[in-house]
T-cell receptor
Framework: ETGVTQTPRHLVMGMTNKKSLKCEQH?????MYWYKQSAKKPLELMFV???????ENNSVPSRFSPECPNSSHLFLHLHTLQPEDSALYLC????????????FGQGTRLTVV | DAKTTQPPSMDCAEGRAANLPCNHS???????VYWYRQIHSQGPQYIIH???NNETNEMASLIITEDRKSSTLILPHATLRDTAVYYC?????????????????FGTGTRLQVTL
């Protein structure tokens, strides 16, 4: 248990569906991240939030829409995805300007059919 | 953030020490060396980090060369549960929140296979 919780753990969705991934951290951290890990590939950073403000978007397609309503919660809204978007989506949090490392959730395994 | 180079795979017998090397020849003065591992299909797990001194915790030891251009992660008594991909990452560490987060950039890591 890392203190970062992701739901759901598994998700199957059609290309026309709209779904959301949720991430919650109870560590008091001020930065949160979304990563994507496709099969046999390194983790790719998607989005970074610092104090609820998005500070980085790594050229992610608009069919992925992040939302950070407060420092403890991070969402990734999904719509009209493609089969190649099937991957493990990981959330992480850290304390910027502090002495803590980044902690990761267990991820959401997404399959787009 | 500086790039790192790691061997793609290593084997280790259970009960023996696993020594995982990492080269980071372009590391700058304010960058720390971090190690994470990822067991199959789970989120990465933090192991240890250091700046220039050797570090040890309940999971592992980190040996950093004097010139800081390379480091070695040591798992003193590897078990089957240590089979995972191990990532060496260099990352700046800031004392204050500058408004942008210092992100972790993952490479391909070293796949450690611990065998009986």
């Amino acid at each position: 248990e890392t203190g970062v919780t992701q739901t759901p753990r598994h998700l199957v969705m059609g290309m026309t569906n709209k779904k959301s991934l949720k991430c919650e951290q109870h560590l008091g951290h001020n930065a949160m991240y979304w990563y994507k890990q496709s099969a046999k590939k390194p983790l790719e950073l998607m989005f970074v939030y610092n104090f609820k403000e998005q500070t980085e978007n790594n050229s992610v397609p608009s069919r992925f829409s992040p939302e950070c309503p407060n420092s403890s919660h991070l969402f990734l809204h999904l719509h009209t995805l493609q089969p190649e978007d099937s991957a493990l989506y990981l959330c992480a949090s850290s304390q910027e300007g502090g002495d803590t490392e980044a902690f990761f959730g267990q991820g959401t395994r997404l399959t787009v059919v | 953030d500086a790039k790192t180079t790691q061997p793609p795979s290593m084997d280790c017998a259970e009960g023996r020490a696993a020594n995982l090397p990492c080269n980071h020849s372009t590391i700058s003065g304010n960058e720390y060396v971090y190690w994470y591992r990822q067991i199959h299909s789970q989120g990465p797990q933090y192991i240890i980090h250091g700046l220039k001194n050797n570090e040890t915790n309940e999971m592992a030891s980190l040996i950093i060369t004097e010139d800081r251009k390379s480091s070695t992660l040591i798992l003193p008594h590897a078990t089957l549960r240590d089979t995972a991909v191990y990532y060496c990452i260099v990352r700046a560490r800031r004392r204050f929140n500058t408004g942008t987060a210092s992100k972790l950039t993952f490479g391909t890591g070293t796949r450690l296979q611990v065998t009986l």
